[in-house]
T-cell receptor, first 113, second 114 residues
Framework: ETGVTQSPTHLIKTRGQQVTLRCSSQSGHNTVSWYQQALGQGPQFIFQYYREEENGRGNFPPRFSGLQFPNYSSELNVNALELDDSALYLC????????????FGPGTRLLVL | AQSVTQLDSQVPVFEEAPVELRCNYSSSVSVYLFWYVQYPNQGLQLLLKYLSGSTLVKGINGFEAEFNKSQTSFHLRKPSVHISDTAEYFCAVTGLRGAQKLVFGQGTRLTINP
């Protein structure tokens, strides 16, 4: 059974640029959630995708957007990067929209200069 | 809406000593509760979860937690810690309905000293 994978592992961007982060869900999981973890903080929910539709969103501006593909992999896109976007971005997958247990990937560390 | 408070930002203990990491939550609806562990430069690994039933739940690596509904707490315990338990521990909650977004506490850094 393959776990949740994310790419890239690290990324450096400059303010104003755009970035795309990728996530492959655990085998058989059709729900993907994205979280932002700033340094020294707990993760914060960005949004969730279930069967290619957004299924809940946290308190993040519209420049944070996402996609889920038919194979249930997902992308997180961030436009007009700001310095405060520097964080570890975590993807989690679960089996089903109301399935309570989420399994996390290793994360992508984004640094915005 | 839910919120989680982890009462200790750092907990230093000696190897083989017992440890308790405290977590309190707030919610207007019934919840599921979780503890995750994060080792340096890694993602989150599920330690244990409370969904229903017995209030004492056992997880991996010898950890256990007790759900106390009246005190809205879900404290994590281990009777004897090892150097390899050094990590950041996060308590999280999610409501039973709607998108299963996890709400996390700020984390507790557990440091094991030899």
């Amino acid at each position: 059974e393959t776990g949740v994978t994310q790419s890239p592992t690290h990324l450096i961007k400059t303010r104003g640029q755009q970035v795309t982060l990728r996530c492959s869900s655990q085998s058989g999981h059709n729900t993907v959630s994205w979280y932002q973890q700033a340094l020294g903080q707990g993760p914060q929910f960005i949004f969730q995708y279930y069967r290619e539709e957004e299924n809940g969103r946290g308190n993040f501006p519209p420049r944070f957007s996402g996609l889920q593909f038919p194979n249930y992999s997902s992308e997180l896109n961030v436009n007009a990067l700001e310095l405060d976007d520097s964080a570890l971005y975590l993807c989690a997958s679960s089996l089903g929209q109301l399935q309570e247990t989420q399994y996390f990937g290793p994360g992508t560390r984004l640094l915005v200069l | 809406a839910q919120s989680v408070t982890q009462l200790d930002s750092q907990v230093p203990v000696f190897e083989e000593a017992p440890v308790e990491l405290r977590c309190n939550y707030s919610s207007s609806v019934s919840v599921y509760l979780f503890w995750y562990v994060q080792y340096p430069n890694q993602g989150l690994q599920l330690l244990l979860k409370y969904l229903s039933g017995s209030t004492l739940v056992k997880g991996i690596n010898g950890f256990e937690a007790e759900f106390n509904k009246s005190q809205t707490s879900f404290h994590l315990r281990k009777p004897s810690v090892h150097i390899s338990d050094t990590a950041e521990y996060f308590c999280a909650v999610t409501g039973l309905r709607g998108a299963q977004k996890l709400v996390f506490g700020q984390g507790t850094r557990l440091t094991i000293n030899p």
